[in-house]
Nanobody
Framework: QVRLVESGGGLVQAGGSLRLSCVAS????????MGWYRQAPGKQRELVAE???????NYADSVKGRFTISRDNAKNTVYLQMNSLKPEDTAAYYC??????WGQGTQVTVSS
């Protein structure tokens, strides 16, 4: 089991930026796809971005051009750089390892 710990959430004004980090325990981090999902109150959890072991990325249409996912396998860490934040980006953000392990979530709140 891979344990994931997210950090970097907070309160920011619209147009601002945040950088989320997710540190994984375990020795198989680099072999699997890592992803960021989010869940707003009353809504289903949705994919934000994912990155494969080879570095290929995939983004939700709603964040393309604003968010960037990256990974540092030496540090067992995946990042989500979020720019030009909008109030509709407000949600709890969760890191996942191969959709098999999930972090506890970090709250992002964007004020208008």
């Amino acid at each position: 089991q891979v344990r994931l710990v997210e950090s970097g959430g907070g309160l920011v004004q619209a147009g601002g930026s945040l950088r989320l980090s997710c540190v994984a325990s375990g020795s198989f981090f680099s072999r699997n796809t890592m992803g960021w999902y989010r869940q707003a109150p009353g809504k289903q959890r949705e994919l934000v971005a994912e990155i494969t072991s080879g570095g290929s990325t995939n983004y939700a249409d709603s964040v393309k051009g604003r968010f960037t996912i990256s990974r540092d396998n030496a540090k067992n860490t995946v990042y989500l750089q979020m720019n030009s934040l909008k109030p509709e980006d407000t949600a709890a953000y969760y890191c996942t390892w191969a959709l098999r392990s999930w972090g506890q979530g970090t709250q992002v709140t964007v004020s208008s």
